[in-house]
Protein backbone atom coordinates (compact mmCIF):
# COMPACT_ATOMS: atom_id res chain seq x y z
CA UNK A 1 0.00 0.00 0.00
CA UNK A 2 0.88 3.70 -0.53
CA UNK A 3 1.42 6.27 2.09
CA UNK A 4 2.44 9.81 1.77
CA UNK A 5 2.83 11.97 5.01
CA UNK A 6 3.00 15.82 5.29
CA UNK A 7 4.70 17.50 7.90
CA UNK A 8 6.61 20.90 9.10
CA UNK A 9 2.86 22.62 9.07
CA UNK A 10 2.40 25.11 11.62
CA UNK A 11 1.81 28.51 13.01
CA UNK A 12 4.21 31.30 11.65
CA UNK A 13 4.70 35.44 11.53
CA UNK A 14 3.62 36.40 8.27
CA UNK A 15 7.17 37.40 6.46
CA UNK A 16 8.02 34.15 7.98
CA UNK A 17 9.34 30.69 6.38
CA UNK A 18 8.86 26.74 7.14
CA UNK A 19 9.29 23.96 4.61
CA UNK A 20 7.68 21.02 4.71
CA UNK A 21 7.96 17.64 4.08
CA UNK A 22 6.30 14.48 2.05
CA UNK A 23 7.39 10.96 2.56
CA UNK A 24 6.33 8.46 0.43
CA UNK A 25 6.54 5.07 0.65
CA UNK A 26 4.92 1.41 -0.70
CA UNK A 27 6.47 2.65 -4.12
CA UNK A 28 9.02 4.61 -5.31
CA UNK A 29 8.08 7.82 -7.23
CA UNK A 30 11.26 8.33 -8.26
CA UNK A 31 9.99 8.28 -11.86
CA UNK A 32 7.01 10.02 -11.45
CA UNK A 33 6.09 13.75 -10.90
CA UNK A 34 5.16 15.11 -7.01
CA UNK A 35 3.20 18.14 -6.52
CA UNK A 36 2.02 20.38 -3.90
CA UNK A 37 -1.81 21.52 -3.26
CA UNK A 38 -3.84 23.45 -1.08
CA UNK A 39 -7.32 23.68 0.45
CA UNK A 40 -8.43 27.21 2.58
CA UNK A 41 -11.52 27.13 4.44
CA UNK A 42 -14.44 27.08 1.72
CA UNK A 43 -11.87 27.03 -0.90
CA UNK A 44 -11.37 24.65 -3.65
CA UNK A 45 -8.19 22.61 -3.65
CA UNK A 46 -5.69 24.35 -5.83
CA UNK A 47 -2.20 23.37 -7.52
CA UNK A 48 0.79 24.84 -5.40
CA UNK A 49 3.60 23.40 -7.25
CA UNK A 50 4.68 20.53 -9.73
CA UNK A 51 8.45 18.91 -9.85
CA UNK A 52 8.99 16.27 -12.31
CA UNK A 53 10.99 13.00 -11.90
CA UNK A 54 13.86 15.06 -13.71
CA UNK A 55 13.72 18.28 -11.49
CA UNK A 56 11.14 20.81 -13.81
CA UNK A 57 9.25 22.45 -11.78
CA UNK A 58 6.14 24.36 -11.99
CA UNK A 59 4.49 26.96 -9.73
CA UNK A 60 1.20 29.00 -9.35
CA UNK A 61 1.86 32.94 -9.96
CA UNK A 62 1.33 33.67 -6.50
CA UNK A 63 4.13 32.14 -4.86
CA UNK A 64 6.75 32.51 -8.08
CA UNK A 65 9.63 34.00 -6.10
CA UNK A 66 8.70 32.75 -2.93
CA UNK A 67 7.89 29.13 -2.60
CA UNK A 68 10.52 26.41 -4.00
CA UNK A 69 9.42 23.14 -4.48
CA UNK A 70 12.43 19.66 -4.16
CA UNK A 71 12.48 16.34 -4.35
CA UNK A 72 15.39 13.48 -2.79
CA UNK A 73 14.67 10.42 -4.86
CA UNK A 74 16.92 8.30 -2.36
CA UNK A 75 14.23 9.35 0.57
CA UNK A 76 11.65 9.24 -2.12
CA UNK A 77 10.45 12.28 -0.46
CA UNK A 78 9.69 15.57 -1.76
CA UNK A 79 9.72 19.30 0.29
CA UNK A 80 8.08 22.70 -0.27
CA UNK A 81 10.36 25.68 1.30
CA UNK A 82 8.19 28.29 1.64
CA UNK A 83 9.56 31.88 2.28
CA UNK A 84 8.12 35.04 2.56
CA UNK A 85 4.44 33.51 3.62
CA UNK A 86 1.03 35.86 3.77
CA UNK A 87 -1.80 35.39 5.74
CA UNK A 88 -3.44 34.60 2.17
CA UNK A 89 -1.04 31.20 2.14
CA UNK A 90 -2.83 30.13 5.15
CA UNK A 91 -4.70 26.80 4.41
CA UNK A 92 -4.18 22.64 4.59
CA UNK A 93 -1.09 21.70 2.40
CA UNK A 94 -1.23 18.34 0.61
CA UNK A 95 1.33 16.03 -0.92
CA UNK A 96 0.42 14.18 -4.12
CA UNK A 97 2.14 11.61 -6.33
CA UNK A 98 1.27 9.23 -9.21
CA UNK A 99 0.07 11.15 -12.10
CA UNK A 100 -1.84 9.56 -14.76
CA UNK A 101 -4.87 10.51 -16.75
CA UNK A 102 -5.39 13.88 -15.76
CA UNK A 103 -5.23 12.82 -11.61
CA UNK A 104 -3.10 12.57 -8.81
CA UNK A 105 -3.77 9.19 -7.43
CA UNK A 106 -1.85 9.12 -4.27
CA UNK A 107 -2.54 12.32 -1.66
CA UNK A 108 -1.35 12.56 2.11
CA UNK A 109 -3.41 13.50 4.97
CA UNK A 110 -2.55 17.16 4.83
CA UNK A 111 -0.87 19.56 7.01
CA UNK A 112 -2.29 23.06 8.28
CA UNK A 113 -0.11 26.11 7.58
CA UNK A 114 -1.70 29.08 9.30
CA UNK A 115 -0.11 32.23 8.77
CA UNK A 116 -0.72 35.76 11.05
CA UNK A 117 -0.60 39.15 9.96
Known amino acids: QVQLVESGGGLVQAGGSLRLSCAAS????????MGWFRQAPGKERELVAI???????VYRDSVKGRFTISRDNAKNTVYLRMNSLKPEDTAVYYC???????????WGQGTQVTVSS
Open 96 to 106: AAGYSNGNYHY
Open 26 to 33: GRSFSDDA
Open 51 to 57: ITSGGST
